[in-house]
């Protein structure tokens, strides 16, 4: 009986091995989602995710991409670092052939790396940080955002032209994002020569008092803060300026644009500047989008859904263009052919970033934020 069982083992495997595996699995296109889609960051993950799961609902209904329907692999790394690193070693090992993400700059260079040697695209809706991209290091990576050089310079007019601010603080958290923001602000301030920088410093994420920082600021007597980070750290900030009634102009970056931090600041939020995505709502393709979320979830979408969703249209173009998940393919797909998205008729240029998309200044008013024009 036991040689009988042997041999029947051997014939199941090796027929495995002949006949094609059939079934769901097979028959799909994986596409991982990677970003915080849980903790304090999470406001700007989990609309990327909804995103990228809408759309490959609707592909699906149509009848999937090359007749194979699309997968979703969404996967949490909080926007951090040494978790990202897991999440790219785990939708490695799950056969996807591009991923949506990461959201974090910090979080999207820690994994880019393990992308790039197992030879997969990664799009992200919002990693901002200028050398994923114009350093050659990951020319695996696309982004459906512009850089952040782009967004100092815009703030850099912004405090000095239109708020004519003379005496500029910096503050940054430190990350790769905060810091090359706040640097790249730094840098055309000081180039344009009309304004003073009379505080540039790195504050710790997470503390629970900046009130040393904020007394900094007062000392210096700067008529501006630049901040470079996120929504947490930036509410406590305008929270803690605002108990020692320093009414000075708060400007962020797109970490502060978004729900979480009205949610977080309140009341303090009120006229808060940040700079953030230009307003892509005429878009028919936009129009549709948020017509279908807003039927779906019966509420507006969040921070980066607009780029989220483009970065899934984006991908599914460059499979279906490309007729296949072949790498060489897709960049060839994704570089020279324009697909019309949420945020615009766009193709990538020769270092991956998106062509066409730019950034505005907003503020909030009356507990929205609203694009300046």
């Known amino acids: 009986m036991r040689k009988l069982v042997t041999k029947k083992f051997v014939l199941i495997v090796l027929l495995s091995m002949i006949i094609p595996a059939t079934g769901f699995a097979a028959d799909t296109i994986k596409i991982g989602v990677a970003g915080p889609h849980s903790g304090d960051l999470a406001a700007y993950g989990i609309p990327t995710k909804e995103a990228a799961e809408m759309v490959a609902a609707q592909v699906n209904a149509a009848g999937g991409v090359l007749g194979m329907q699309v997968e979703v692999l969404p996967m949490d790394d909080q926007c951090k670092p040494e978790i990202a690193t897991n999440v790219a070693t785990k939708l490695v090992s799950e056969g ?47 982004r459906t955002i512009a850089p952040d050089d782009d967004q100092g310079k815009l703030a850099a007019d912004f405090v000095t032209k239109k708020l004519g601010a003379k005496k500029i603080a910096i503050i940054h958290d430190k990350g790769d994002y905060g810091k090359g923001f706040a640097d790249f602000s730094k840098q055309f301030i000081e180039a344009a020569g009309m304004a003073e920088i009379v505080l540039f410093e790195g504050i710790t994420p997470g503390a ?10 007062r000392h210096e007597n700067a008529d501006a803060v630049i901040f470079g980070g996120y929504h947490p750290e930036a509410s406590k900030l305008v929270g803690q300026m605002n108990k020692k009634r320093m009414k000075i102009p708060f400007v962020g970056p797109d970490g502060v644009k978004g729900d979480g931090f009205l949610e977080i600041a309140g009341k303090d939020a009120e006229g808060v500047y940040a700079t953030g995505p230009m307003d892509v709502s005429a878009y028919p393709e936009n129009k549709q989008a948020k017509a279908d979320y807003t039927s779906k979830y019966g509420k507006e979408p969040g921070t980066f859904f607009d780029q989220g969703y483009a970065a899934m249209q984006a991908a599914l173009n460059a499979i279906k263009v490309s007729g296949g998940t072949d790498y060489a393919g897709l960049e060839k797909a994704l570089k020279n052919s324009f697909v019309d998205t949420t945020v615009g008729k766009i193709k990538f240029d020769a270092k991956g970033d998106a062509e066409g998309v730019g950034f505005s200044v907003y503020q909030v008013q009356d507990g929205k934020f609203v694009e300046l024009k």
């Open 208 to 217: 629970m008092d900046y009130s040393a920082v904020v007394q900094k600021i």
């Open 96 to 142: 996807v052939s591009v991923v949506i993400g990461h959201v974090c700059s910090g979080a999207t260079k820690a994994a880019l790396g393990i992308y790039n040697e197992a030879k997969i695209i990664a799009i992200s809706p919002s990693a901002t940080n200028p050398p994923l991209t114009q350093s050659g290091e990951y020319p695996n990576f696309y």
